[in-house]
Nanobody, 124 residues
């Protein structure tokens, strides 16, 4: 079983920054396509950013382009999401996901493993 453990969420003022982490104990992140999704109350879980298993290809939702950055750190088997210029509408539970396969996907159903989620709240 693959376990994903997110951390780094919290309360931040609009315009601020947060960095989310997703640890994959006992596994090698370089062998999984991975992504960050988010879900606000009453809404669907949507893709935020995704990265291929080699880290050479990335995808960003239009709403976060230029503000968020996804990366993998193979040495500690961790996926990151650096978030800058946070907006009120970024408030959501953020989930880390992994899939077996080389590429990334932007649909939640295409991912095999999920973390428990971490809350990000942006205040005015």
């Amino acid at each position: 079983q693959v376990h994903l453990v997110e951390s780094g969420g919290g309360l931040v003022q609009a315009g601020g920054s947060l960095k989310l982490s997703c640890a994959m104990p006992g596994r090698t992140v370089s062998t999984y396509g991975m992504g960050w999704f988010r879900q606000a109350p009453g809404l669907e879980r949507n893709i935020v950013a995704a990265i291929s298993w080699g880290g050479d290809t990335t995808y960003y939702a239009d709403s976060v382009k230029g503000r968020f950055s996804i990366s993998k750190h193979n040495a500690d088997n961790t996926l990151y999401l650096q978030m800058h210029s946070l907006k009120l509408e970024d408030t959501a539970i953020y989930y880390c996901a992994a899939r077996t396969g080389t590429g990334y996907r932007i649909v939640a159903d295409d991912y095999d493993y999920w973390g428990q989620g971490t809350q990000v709240t942006v205040s005015s």
